[in-house]
């Protein structure tokens, strides 16, 4: 199984900007979006092309903000939209899908940029989203997640570390995140095949960031330990174009 994860930064301009040439070509057997920018009805049948998908959606309450969907061969036996917490399910961040062998995770994580009450909003988040899967994990199938946690966790997901060690996204706070994340027994897939640096999946549109380089991962698929022997490969698609984002994805045997 293909598993694709993409920040598509808005599908309604993804899609102008060749989405479904690229959705074709690769034929992943699931697609997770994030921040989408839009309820599923604004599409206008732009849909079409994927009326031999399961589309699952989760819009956020504010017009053209985050939002998350989900396209897939395979009809999961069920969806859960967001995490059951009011202040973080009116933002649309979350979409979890329940197949035979596992639990699938689609997250669009906030940004914590804006001020100290943004960051906070997000570590809250990111304890919750823990607390959740540790909750899925005791039921014995895979759990897997994917999307856009923005944040770079170790100096080589990003090109310039120093110069973003007080910038959200990199501060120490975030990081140590990540690393309790792990230490709770959540492996970096991408991570288990590559170990070079300059691998990215975000770049800043300002300043020629993208055709110099210049970029952070920050987004990433985890799974449990328990199963980890099941990706049998982790890639980063750092070619395609679309958004400020690139996909990446997972090949998985059960």
């Known amino acids: 199984m293909r598993i694709i994860s993409w ?12 989405f479904f040439d690229w959705y074709k070509n690769d034929d992943p057997d699931i697609v997770c979006l994030q921040e ?3 309820r599923k009805e604004q599409l206008d ?33 069920s969806v859960e939209k967001g995490f059951g917490i009011e202040e973080f399910d009116r933002e649309g961040r979350a979409l979890l899908l329940e197949y035979e062998p596992f639990y699938l995770y689609n997250i669009y994580f906030p940004n914590g940029q804006r001020d100290q009450e943004r960051l906070d909003f997000k570590l809250r988040f990111y304890d919750a989203y823990l ?22 966790h170790k100096e080589i997901d990003l090109k ?8 959200s996204g ?16 959540y492996t970096d897939t991408f991570r288990m095949f590559n170990e070079e640096p300059g691998q990215y999946t975000w770049w800043t549109y300002r300043f020629g960031a993208r055709g110099r380089n210049v970029g952070w991962r920050i987004d990433y698929f985890f799974i449990d330990k328990e199963h980890q022997k099941a990706v049998k490969d982790a890639f980063i698609q750092m070619e395609v174009m679309g958004s400020d984002h690139c996909p990446l994805g997972i090949e998985l045997e059960f």
């Open 45 to 77: 049948g732009q849909l079409d092309a994927l009326n031999d998908r399961h589309i699952y959606w989760n819009a956020a309450e504010k017009a053209g903000y985050s939002g998350v969907a989900v396209f897939s061969k395979t009809e999961p036996l």
């Open 131 to 152: 607390e959740k899967i540790e909750e899925l994990r005791e039921r014995g199938k895979a759990v897997i997640t994917c999307g856009d946690y923005n944040t770079a």
């Open 170 to 185: 990199f501060l120490p706070i975030e990081r140590e995140w990540m690393d309790k994340l792990i230490a709770h027994g």
């Open 36 to 38: 989408v920018k839009a």
């Open 7 to 18: 920040n598509v930064n808005g599908i309604r301009a993804a899609i102008r900007k060749d």
């Open 160 to 167: 310039n570390p120093k110069a973003n060690s007080k910038t």
